[in-house]
Each structure stands twice: as structure tokens, then as C-alpha cells.
């Protein structure tokens, strides 16, 4: 959304600050699906299935998903989230 290293990406930072202004913007308490769109290759897959997941556990977020991602990207993700009891993807949007 902007040219900083932060204004783009799947990183915690980029992901809490954005899903905040949305809700701002939307003027509602949460969103009933967040989804990632694009895999982000510079930020680690478990930061982003964590900062994920910490918005599903602060009620911000019910359902998390993706899209544009690979089958393997996926299967990667899902395999994470089992390991580490983070909240799950449920959809894609190829």
C-alpha cells in the first residue's frame, strides 16, 4: 500500500497495522474472513500464521484465507498451524 519495507508483505507488523485501518475504515469490531493475497517469500511463513492467529484468539478475525497461493504454499501453512495450534486458513481464492 505504500513504498516503506513495511507498507507491503505478510509481515506482523504490515498484517496488524492493516487489519486495524480496515477496521477503522469499516467502522465494525471485526471481519468475518481476513485473507492474505499473494505468498510473501521475505517474511517467514510460522510470523505470519502467528500474527494471524493473534487475531483470530482477539476476536478481530473469524476465519483466515488466501489467495494466489501454490497447493504446496498451502499445505506448508496448514502443516505450521497444526505444529504450532495456530487457527487454520479455510479458504482460497485462486
Known amino acids: 500500500m505504500g513504498e516503506g519495507p513495511n507498507d507491503r508483505g505478510l509481515s ?5 497495522e492493516q487489519c486495524h485501518a480496515s477496521l477503522r475504515r469499516l467502522g465494525v469490531d471485526y471481519v468475518d474472513l481476513y485473507q492474505c493475497h499473494r505468498y510473501d517469500a521475505e517474511t517467514p511463513l510460522e510470523e505470519t500464521l502467528r500474527a494471524l492467529d493473534d487475531l483470530v484468539r482477539q476476536g478481530k478475525v473469524l476465519y483466515v484465507g488466501v489467495s494466489g ?3 504446496g504454499q498451502i499445505s506448508e501453512a496448514l502443516k505450521i498451524a497444526d505444529e504450532m495450534g495456530f487457527d487454520r486458513i479455510v479458504s482460497n481464492q485462486p
Open 12 to 16: 506482523r507488523k504490515h498484517i496488524m
Open 69 to 71: 497461493w501454490s497447493a
